[in-house]
């Protein structure tokens, strides 16, 4: 037996909803579907796939050595995430994510610029 079908705008939040990370069963009751219907979904629309590629994209890890980026590759860096809020479409961990990035660029830029001055001073 075959359920009601997803509207458009069903497949946006499940979109959504799959970036947040949240669960099968949660999306399936903020959505008022079964949680087989939507796990068939996402089969359907590639969404764990998807998922995946972003998971594999991000690292736990910090590179505490090499070089120091540098103000021009920060601003760059900055100016990607400003130009990538523009996107009516983004979820909201993804707006976090950006506003998190920004802000780091911001403290990174005005702790190098403390450190070049304290290390001019030194010379």
Known sequence: ??????TVEEEQKLRELMKSGDSHEK???ILGKTTEAVRQKII???LEEQQQ??????????DAEGELQSVEEALKLLNGALKALDDP????TEILR????IQG???????????IEVWRQRS
């Open 53 to 62: 590629k972003i998971s594999s994209c991000s690292s736990s890890k910090l």
């Open 89 to 92: 479409g983004l979820g909201k």
């Open 27 to 29: 999306i399936a009751a």
């Open 44 to 46: 359907k629309l590639k």
């Open 98 to 101: 950006f506003r998190t990035i």
């Open 105 to 115: 660029a911001r403290i990174y830029m005005d702790v190098l610029a403390d450190y």
């Open 1 to 6: 037996m075959k359920g009601k079908a997803w």
